[in-house]
């Protein structure tokens, strides 16, 4: 049986990798970010609810679950468009 020679160069530059690795983790380096998460429906949900009441869905849930203040105190009123009021034609003579 015939082994492959070992290539040195390239064990090589695997351990410094490795050991390069070990000492960013143990400073809290990450080199591989998280790409950003596209927006999904929840998320607008969630912010239009965070908008809406003021507090995140879990903060009002946990009020709402342990009386602490009614939805009526927290939740502000969102205001409908009004439609143009129809002045009064005068009379006619």
């Known amino acids: 049986m015939e082994e492959k ?6 064990l090589l530059q695997q351990r410094i990798a490795e ?14 970010q998280p ?7 929840q998320r607008k949900w969630l912010d ?6 003021g507090m995140s869905y879990s903060t009002w849930l ?4 342990h009386s602490q203040g009614t939805t009526e105190e927290t939740t502000q009123p969102v205001e ?3 439609l143009p009021q129809d002045e009064p034609t005068p009379a006619l003579a």
């Open 5 to 10: 020679p070992v290539n040195f160069y390239k």
């Open 80 to 82: 409908a468009p009004s």
């Open 48 to 53: 239009k609810f965070k908008r809406i009441h």
């Open 35 to 41: 790409t950003p998460k596209p927006v999904t429906r």
């Open 62 to 65: 946990y009020k709402k679950k």
């Open 19 to 32: 050991h390069a690795e070990k000492d960013l983790a143990r400073y809290g380096i990450n080199l591989n």
